[in-house]
């Protein structure tokens, strides 16, 4: 493990010559103002480029802003193409027919008739991962339907809902207990008394089942989330559908209106935005969106204190660092490791299980974040920052310098600290692993850019087992696992790749996914 993630740490630290033997497709954002997107299903499409061998195709696109494989949203534009009316009225039709079966106010009316019944007559769906009421119960008889759904149960749709597939392949990924608990208190403890969830439908139940269990809390909390599941069990106005790399609201202005108050509610004072995105997804699309919150929130200000920021934890892997604070420059890094629940990889890292690679990005000052002494944290009076035990302080860097929880070295000639594994190679004038080759990178699998295999033998090139559910439920199925996704090998190749940070080579790698996995099912 530790040399495969070295091998591409290696690419890391090449930066952005790391690229150049790669060809993937990049997102545009400075797209005309003039010329609108055209729209999907998940709302206004993205403008992408080609980059081949680090050269820019003339020619530019827009495909789908969520989905990253072409089976789950197969948008594809020109930029310069020129649609018929019929064409245009087909698709309008098709994104219409996309949308969920039941309106945002539907799902509220049915959950509010659903708590009034007695728990034997409370049931849920599995196969189509729903509620039901009494009169839907003969369209499910035949599916995997379990009764006596409790109130407590249903505080926790996190548990309730399936992983959406195979769990080794594509589960959705939340928070460990631990980890959720830490959030939930280090919120509570800096002050907040509003959270706005984005991505985060683990944390967004765990503040309310806080606030709800009489503890003096008292955190409320908005949950923005394209996993439309989650819309069977919350009111209007602590659930939204919504698409975090294009910041659309599928319920249009009311569900918009909903965010904005919430933002604004004490002209702005007390509320933060914590997000956990997909970490397949591109950096710059949901930088784009978090910055159109915090305008969002800004709107609520008087001049007054126009100097102060919207608190944001951006939950992300250590290697994005530098991606994000080209968009985001004062955040920083926390040593904190987020744990998940449904993998390995993600499980704290002392007694010799693996480290998680999960941290907090944040505008808040990190003297104020106290990480738990018992997991293994300690406070760096030099940096004032709480960083994990292994992180040594390093007196020429001046800093706790480690980023992935290891004891890192110093490094003279580099004059930086580096990983342990790394020595310094004359040849390339840098610090490298020992066996790395001096004429930097070669192309490696197209699919998740390991070196060690090509796209055929790729292990994250694996089709979908279907069982017995309705189209709307498969495509959402599908829909969610790219989009809600994280697969988890996905994230286990940006581990032992890590190269992305620098070269975005791993956020262009999703995009290049669509056509591959598409190549590969022959779809
Ligand atoms: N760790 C978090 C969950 C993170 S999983 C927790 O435990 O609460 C990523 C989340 O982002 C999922 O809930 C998924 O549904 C959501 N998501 C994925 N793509 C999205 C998109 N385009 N817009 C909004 N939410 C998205
Ligand atoms: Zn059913
Ligand atoms: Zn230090
Ligand atoms: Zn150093
Ligand atoms: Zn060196």
Redesign the pocket.
């Known amino acids: 493990m530790a040399t495969s993630r070295d091998q591409l740490g290696t690419l890391e630290a090449e930066g952005s010559s790391g690229r150049q033997g790669y060809s993937g497709v990049e997102v545009v954002l400075s797209s005309d103002p003039a010329t609108p997107a055209p729209l999907c299903p998940?709302g206004p499409t993205l403008l992408f480029v080609k980059v081949n061998q680090g050269k820019e195709e003339t020619r530019r696109f827009y495909a789908c802003?969520?989905c990253r494989d072409r089976k789950d949203c197969n948008f594809f534009q020109w930029e310069d193409e020129k649609l018929s009316g019929a064409r245009l009225a087909a698709r309008e039709a098709h994104n219409r027919s996309c949308q969920p079966p039941l309106s945002r106010s539907q799902c509220v009316e049915r959950y509010l008739k659903l708590i009034e019944l007695p728990l034997s007559q409370r049931k849920f769906c599995q196969s189509c991962q729903q509620l039901l009421l009494p009169d839907d119960e003969e369209k499910h008889h035949e599916h995997r339907v379990v009764g006596d759904v409790s109130i407590t149960q249903l505080k926790r749709p996190?548990k309730l809902l399936y992983p959406l597939e195979n769990k080794k392949t594509n589960a959705?990924?939340?928070?460990a207990d631990r980890s959720?608990l830490f959030l939930v208190d280090l919120l509570s403890n800096l002050g907040f008394r509003r959270v706005l969830?984005?991505?985060?439908?683990?944390?967004?139940e765990l503040i309310r089942l806080k606030e709800s269990g009489g503890t003096k809390s008292n955190i409320r909390s908005l949950l923005?989330?394209?996993?439309f599941r989650?819309s069977q069990f919350y009111m209007e106005d602590s659930f939204c559908h919504?698409?975090?790399?294009n910041h659309h609201f599928f319920d249009g202005k009311a569900a918009l209106e909903v965010c904005k108050t919430f933002l604004q509610e004490d002209k702005g004072e007390g509320v933060i935005m914590v997000t956990?995105?997909?970490f397949g997804?591109l950096v710059e699309p949901l930088a784009v969106t978090f910055k159109k919150l915090i305008a969002m929130w800004k709107e609520g200000h008087s001049q007054d204190n126009s100097q102060k920021e919207l608190p944001i934890f951006w939950?992300f892997p250590y290697f994005f660092e530098s991606r994000i604070c080209q968009f985001f420059p004062n955040f920083c890094m926390l040593d904190y490791q987020?744990d998940?629940?449904n993998h390995a990889l993600y499980k704290h890292g002392k007694t010799g299980r693996k480290q998680s690679p999960v941290r907090i990005f944040t505008n808040i000052p990190p003297n104020k974040v106290i990480l738990p002494i018992e997991e293994g944290y300690r406070f760096c009076p030099l940096c004032q920052r709480y960083v994990s035990l292994e992180n040594q302080h390093c007196e020429h860097c001046n800093s706790c310098t480690s980023k992935d929880g290891r004891k890192w070295n110093h490094c003279f000639l580099c004059k930086k600290c580096v990983k342990p594994s790394w020595i310094h190679c004359s040849i390339c004038n840098h610090c490298a692993l020992p066996d790395h080759s001096c004429k930097g990178p070669k192309d490696g699998c197209f699919i998740c850019g390991e070196l060690d295999h090509k796209r055929s033998a790729c292990p994250n090139i694996s089709t979908s087992k279907k069982v017995n559910k309705s189209k709307w439920v498969v495509k959402q199925q599908r829909q969610?696992t790219t989009?809600?996704?994280?697969l988890t090998q996905e994230l286990l190749a940006y581990v032992q790749c890590s190269g992305g940070s620098r070269s975005s080579v791993k956020e262009t790698r999703g995009l290049k996914m669509r056509s591959v996995i598409q190549l590969a099912i022959g779809g």
């Open positions: 998940h802003s969520a996190s959705q990924y939340l928070f959720c969830c984005v991505g985060t439908p683990r944390l967004h923005l989330d394209i996993d989650y919504y698409n975090m790399f956990d995105p997909p997804g939950i987020v998940y629940d969610l989009s809600t996704m994280r």
